[in-house]
């Protein structure tokens, strides 16, 4: 697919631009709410060791992407792979995959935000509207949420550059706390408050490693907008990579200086243990506060990643005849997927009517749907380093087909710990009713898609199919 195929989306995004989209996107709020959970179950450096297990298995998988992404930039990423190297079918259940991930984040972070909110503003909630999945929904609450997605959505809706910029700023935001973090622990921290170092033992480990799927996620809205990004294939590939590594150092940072911050009891007692963490490191409750509206530039930098990628994610498959066509069109002044992004940011409007439970088992089938895709993306790779040896890949992963392999096994592992029984089971019958849901409307998609092989021209042979 190229960009005058597309109509013509403008190569506005530079190197800085891209990490802090992708940097952003994985930086959400999980960081300031989980960690003492996290601290409790593994230990300052269990859960640390933890997340570097997570970020080496995401590292597999995103040197998959870093050679697909370089060998073919085009919108919509995961979309293209699959379809070039497994055919039409399969890289519809990707893309429908995907797109379940990338909205529920979305439509989560318009919940978040007013419930972090409360934390600064703990009189805030007026308004009692119901009651759903035992949550109370207040007015004030929705109107926050209401209020933020139609602002998110309208920053996109009028170019990328803006979306960009907005991106930079939250992020330069967010490290600026997270450099206070580091030196508040040299300043006031403690290395006996980090005993016990590992606790929990192997079920500990894996109780942080499960989270990895939904904390790491981001580094793949890259590809969404590779049409976007003005550079070289191949540098792109590599800040994918340098992408997943900051974020790798970002969480492993969290877990240290907040557990040298209080004695672990405290911390797990502590409802937001990184808060409080701040606060006891500083000695100062402003600092703490300082935290959380960094929590909710994370909320924000999460937001807008999302919305990029599920954006165009939704474009290219507008653009593929796999969905109704109306999604598969630019804006002609602004250059973004209009059509895309008000059908994105009215889910996100909605979803503060919910209630936080509601978005949260959403979530939660997502996570699930993302890890699907990460092992389509993974199999796509092993294929077409088989099927087409030759073809132009600015960015080789080192490895060649066990790389693929590896990452297929490890993402296909993580899926496991999403099934019954297992430590992150989806939760039923309300996330297994989610996943059905999603996937009863993907089928109805899925039966009407032509049935087309895989290859180069593989999208120009459905669109002939369906008489475009």
Request: proline fraction near 5%; avoid cysteine; glycine fraction near 12%.
């Given at each position: 697919?190229?960009?005058?195929?597309?109509?013509?989306?403008?190569?506005?995004l530079g190197r800085w631009d891209v990490l802090a989209v992708a940097f952003g996107a994985m930086i959400g709020f999980g960081w300031i709410v989980l960690t003492g959970g996290f601290l409790e179950g593994a230990g300052t450096l269990g859960a640390a060791?933890?997340?570097?297990?997570?970020?080496?298995?995401?590292?597999?998988?995103?040197?998959?992407?870093?050679?697909?992404?370089?060998?073919?930039?085009?919108?919509?990423?995961?979309?293209?792979?699959?379809?070039?190297?497994?055919?039409?079918?399969?890289?519809?259940?990707?893309?429908w995959?995907?797109?379940?991930?990338?909205?529920?984040?979305?439509?989560?972070?318009?919940?978040?935000?007013?419930?972090?909110?409360?934390?600064?503003?703990?009189?805030?909630?007026?308004?009692?509207?119901?009651?759903?999945?035992d949550y109370d929904v207040y007015a004030s609450w929705v109107a926050i949420g209401v209020g933020a997605a139609v602002v998110m959505t309208a920053l996109n809706y009028v170019g990328v550059r803006p979306a960009a910029v907005f991106q930079t700023v939250a992020v330069l935001f967010l490290l600026g706390v997270g450099l206070a973090l580091v030196v508040g622990s040299f300043v006031g921290g403690d290395t006996a408050n980090m005993q016990p170092l590992f606790t929990g033992g192997l079920a500990g480990l894996i109780t942080v490693l499960?989270?990895?799927?939904?904390?790491?996620?981001?580094?793949?809205?890259?590809?969404?907008?590779?049409?976007e990004i003005d550079m070289s294939y191949r540098r792109i590939g590599q800040l994918l990579l340098v992408s997943v590594a900051l974020a790798v150092g970002w969480y492993v940072m969290i877990m240290l200086t907040v557990g040298s911050s209080l004695p672990a009891g405290e911390l797990a007692a502590s409802d937001l243990a990184a808060a409080d963490g701040m606060t006891a490191l500083w000695g100062s409750g402003l600092m703490?506060?300082?935290?959380?509206?960094?929590?909710?530039?994370?909320?924000?930098t999460s937001w807008?990643?999302?919305?990029?990628?599920?954006?165009?994610?939704?474009?290219?498959?507008?653009?593929?005849?796999?969905?109704?066509?109306?999604?598969?069109?630019?804006?002609?002044r602004f250059r973004t997927p209009g059509n895309a992004l008000l059908f994105i940011g009215a889910l996100s409007v909605i979803a503060p009517f919910f209630g936080r439970q509601t978005l949260v088992w959403m979530v939660d089938a997502g996570g699930f749907s993302i890890v699907v895709a990460?092992?389509?993306?993974?199999?796509?790779?092993?294929?077409?380093?088989?099927?087409?040896p030759d073809m132009d890949r600015p960015f080789r992963a080192p490895g060649g087909q066990t790389t693929g392999v590896l990452a297929a096994v490890l993402a296909i592992g993580l899926g496991v710990l999403f099934l019954p029984g297992m430590p992150a089971a989806l939760i039923w019958p309300?996330?297994?009713?989610?996943?059905?849901?999603?996937?009863?409307?993907?089928?109805?998609?899925?039966?009407?898609?032509?049935?087309?092989?895989?290859?180069?021209?593989?999208?120009?042979?459905?669109?002939?199919?369906?008489?475009?």
């Open positions: 697919m190229t960009e005058q195929e597309h109509g013509g989306f403008i190569r506005t060791l933890a997340f570097v297990i997570g970020g080496v298995v995401v590292a597999l998988v995103g040197l998959t992407y870093a050679e697909l992404v370089s060998a073919m930039p085009h919108v919509g990423g995961e979309h293209n792979y699959a379809l070039r190297a497994l055919g039409s079918r399969p890289a519809f259940v990707t893309s995959a995907l797109v379940l991930g990338y909205v529920s984040v979305v439509a989560f972070e318009a919940v978040a935000l007013p419930q972090t909110m409360l934390y600064l503003f703990p009189d805030m909630l007026a308004g009692r509207l119901w009651t759903v999945a499960v989270a990895t799927p939904f904390l790491f996620v981001g580094f793949d809205v890259i590809p969404q907008s590779a049409e703490g506060d300082v935290l959380v509206i960094g929590g909710i530039a994370g909320i924000l807008n990643g999302f919305l990029i990628g599920a954006s165009r994610l939704l474009y290219a498959l507008g653009q593929s005849g796999m969905v109704p066509a109306w999604f598969g069109r630019l804006h002609p990460y092992v389509m993306v993974a199999v796509s790779f092993v294929v077409l380093r088989r099927r087409e309300y996330e297994w009713l989610v996943l059905a849901a999603w996937w009863a409307l993907g089928l109805f998609f899925l039966l009407r898609l032509p049935s087309v092989g895989p290859g180069p021209d593989a999208e120009a042979r459905i669109l002939a199919a369906r008489g475009r």
